[in-house]
Nanobody, 115 residues
Framework: QVQLVESGGGLVQAGGSLRLSCAASGSIFSIKDMGWYRQSPGKQRELVASITSGGRSNYADSVQGRFTISRDNAKNTVDLQMNSLKPEDTAVYYC?????????WGQGTQVTVSS
């Protein structure tokens, strides 16, 4: 059994910063990609950023240059540094970890950006 625990969401003004963290625990083996998705009301869940076990990252166009994803393979953690936040970044953010045979999701953390 694998658990993903997220932290770091909250309320911030436009232009501000937040850092999300996700830690995987339990029966962990063969982690492949780690990433963050988000979902706002009435919209589909979308990929924000992902990072491979080798450190190659991928970003949604809407966050490129503002968000930075990083991971610590020894600690099984993935972080998302979010700078220059915009009201349209408001959403529930979900940690996502892909293993060899299944994918795990975190419970979600709310990020609200006020204008």
């Amino acid at each position: 059994q694998v658990q993903l625990v997220e932290s770091g969401g909250g309320l911030v003004q436009a232009g501000g910063s937040l850092r999300l963290s996700c830690a995987a625990s339990g029966s962990i083996f063969s982690i492949k990609d780690m990433g963050w998705y988000r979902q706002s009301p009435g919209k589909q869940r979308e990929l924000v950023a992902s990072i491979t076990s080798g450190g190659r990252s991928n970003y949604a166009d809407s966050v490129q240059g503002r968000f930075t994803i990083s991971r610590d393979n020894a600690k099984n953690t993935v972080d998302l540094q979010m700078n220059s936040l915009k009201p349209e970044d408001t959403a529930v953010y979900y940690c996502n970890v892909k293993f060899s045979v299944f994918t795990a999701w975190g419970q979600g953390t709310q990020v609200t950006v006020s204008s």
